[in-house]
């Protein structure tokens, strides 16, 4: 069976991501759709709007097959180390194909692209943009263009992620084909459109209390029912408890705190009330706010640029169909998760912070969960 990968995040699931994956299974109707999806934590720095397994039972009801959790230490990295971390996984699992969402809809762009980005003249060209006092983004995105790159693809939020993983395809020297499927819609729309929504409106929408279902697969919406959002907003008091207390060299050894943005970062902790104020005192020009989001969760889980850098020994297995479950055959397992194996892996007492600490990002008070079952449809 052909195994075709997709990075994702369904934070949360709805029409936009069943159209993708129709997408994929009406081009190659005999492939299983692998899908390695972010766990507790996203790549925005924040916790994901539902828990695994809410997310996992939406993602199979309509079109995934197999839902493998993205590391944590892969999922809070930058744009670049995420779209890595995922490829390298997904090439080491043995998937013959990685298929992706883009504005574009089309792969020479983006791989030309890719291409420019990996020039060894392109430190050179950035050098004046950033001197200029441009954010990093659009001083790599001025300089790409310098070089001869379509300006157009890095502006659009999923054509310059697909461009992180054309570019993961090429350095690693992955044997994954890259597949373009049509991406429509606005990635930032604040209201969702009826076919595309945003993820970003409908978490809008959760957060508000709001209905949200009619931008769900009619297949996917029982798995939301009765399910606990959460949100930094809910667990912010928890979040500031932890940067109070957090220790110089700790924020020292946070990932992305080059350049003094970790002292940044904690000289507002200890001079602001809130979150918001927090982001807005550290922000910098040359880096996104993104940048220092996962700064703020990276130090709330105890997670350094070590640990960050550090691969994991094994892939947690979230769910699967009956189709799902051949393709899991198929695939080596020693790269999968040590679920009933007789001995604890030191890598699953990270596992176990994150779980714990999850629930304090809930709506209401939550018990500390101690272990989520692998859901089979």
Same mark, same amino acid.
């Given at each position: 069976?052909?195994?075709?990968?997709?990075?994702?995040?369904?934070?949360?699931? *709805?029409?936009? *991501?069943?159209? #993708?994956?129709?997408?994929? *299974?009406?081009?190659?109707?005999?492939?299983?759709?692998?899908? !390695?999806?972010?766990?507790?934590?996203?790549?925005?720095?924040? %916790?994901?709007?539902?828990?695994?397994?809410?997310?996992?039972?939406?993602? @199979?009801?309509?079109?995934?097959?197999?839902? !493998?959790?993205?590391?944590?230490?892969?999922?809070?990295?930058?744009?670049?180390?995420?779209?890595?971390?995922?490829?390298?996984?997904?090439?080491?699992?043995?998937?013959?194909?990685?298929?992706?969402?883009?504005?574009?809809?089309?792969?020479?762009?983006?791989?030309?692209?890719?291409?420019?980005?990996?020039?060894?003249?392109?430190?050179?060209?950035?050098?004046?943009?950033?001197?200029?006092?441009?954010?990093?983004?659009?001083?790599?995105?001025?300089?790409?263009?310098?070089?001869?790159?379509?300006?157009?693809?890095?502006?659009?939020?999923?054509?310059? !992620?697909?461009?992180?993983?054309?570019?993961?395809?090429?350095?690693?020297?992955?044997?994954?084909? %890259?597949?373009?499927?049509?991406?429509?819609?606005?990635? *930032?729309?604040?209201?969702?459109?009826?076919?595309? /929504?945003?993820?970003?409106?409908?978490?809008?929408?959760?957060?508000?209390?709001?209905?949200?279902?009619?931008?769900?697969?009619?297949?996917?919406?029982?798995?939301?029912?009765?399910?606990?959002?959460?949100?930094?907003? +809910?667990?912010?008091?928890?979040?500031?408890?932890?940067?109070?207390? #957090?220790?110089?060299?700790?924020?020292?050894?946070?990932?992305?705190?080059?350049?003094?943005? +970790?002292?940044?970062?904690?000289?507002?902790?200890?001079?602001?009330?809130?979150?918001?104020?927090?982001?807005?005192?550290?922000?910098?020009?040359?880096?996104?706010?993104?940048? #220092?989001?996962?700064?703020?969760?990276?130090?709330?889980?105890?997670?350094?640029?070590?640990?960050?850098?550090? %691969?994991?020994?094994?892939?947690?297995? #979230?769910?699967?169909?009956?189709?799902?479950?051949?393709?899991?055959?198929?695939?080596?397992?020693?790269?999968?998760?040590?679920?009933?194996?007789?001995?604890?892996? /030191? +890598?699953?007492?990270?596992?176990?912070?994150?779980?714990?600490?999850?629930?304090?990002?809930?709506?209401?008070?939550?018990?500390?969960?101690?272990?989520?079952?692998?859901? @089979?449809?």
């Amino acid at each position: 069976m052909d195994i075709f990968g997709v990075i994702c995040e369904f934070n949360p699931f *709805h029409l936009g *991501h069943a159209r #993708l994956l129709a997408q994929m *299974h009406r081009r190659f109707p005999q492939a299983a759709a692998l899908c !390695l999806m972010s766990g507790l934590y996203v790549q925005r720095g924040q %916790p994901a709007v539902y828990a695994r397994p809410v997310r996992t039972r939406a993602a @199979l009801a309509a079109g995934a097959d197999l839902v !493998l959790e993205l590391p944590v230490t892969v999922s809070l990295r930058s744009a670049e180390g995420f779209a890595a971390g995922a490829v390298e996984i997904l090439d080491g699992l043995g998937a013959k194909a990685l298929c992706f969402g883009a504005e574009t809809g089309s792969l020479p762009p983006l791989m030309d692209t890719a291409r420019v980005l990996l020039r060894p003249e392109l430190p050179q060209a950035l050098r004046p943009y950033l001197d200029a006092g441009l954010s990093f983004p659009a001083a790599r995105a001025r300089a790409a263009c310098a070089l001869g790159a379509d300006p157009a693809v890095l502006r659009r939020p999923n054509d310059a !992620l697909a461009v992180e993983y054309c570019k993961a395809i090429l350095t690693q020297g992955s044997t994954m084909t %890259p597949v373009v499927l049509d991406r429509p819609g606005d990635y *930032h729309a604040a209201t969702p459109e009826p076919d595309s /929504p945003s993820a970003t409106a409908l978490r809008a929408l959760i957060s508000a209390g709001q209905d949200f279902s009619p931008y769900v697969p009619p297949e996917s919406r029982p798995a939301y029912e009765n399910a606990m959002p959460h949100t930094m907003a +809910w667990g912010e008091r928890a979040v500031l408890a932890r940067l109070r207390s #957090l220790e110089e060299a700790a924020f020292a050894a946070l990932p992305g705190g080059t350049e003094g943005l +970790w002292r940044k970062l904690r000289r507002a902790c200890r001079q602001e009330n809130t979150l918001t104020d927090i982001l807005a005192a550290a922000k910098s020009k040359r880096y996104p706010r993104t940048r #220092l989001e996962r700064m703020v969760m990276c130090a709330f889980l105890g997670l350094s640029q070590e640990t960050l850098a550090q %691969p994991a020994p094994y892939v947690r297995v #979230l769910g699967f169909t009956p189709r799902g479950r051949q393709a899991l055959g198929e695939l080596p397992k020693e790269g999968l998760s040590n679920l009933g194996r007789r001995e604890k892996h /030191p +890598w699953q007492d990270l596992e176990d912070r994150c779980l714990a600490l999850y629930g304090l990002f809930a709506r209401e008070t939550e018990a500390p969960v101690q272990q989520e079952r692998v859901v @089979l449809l």
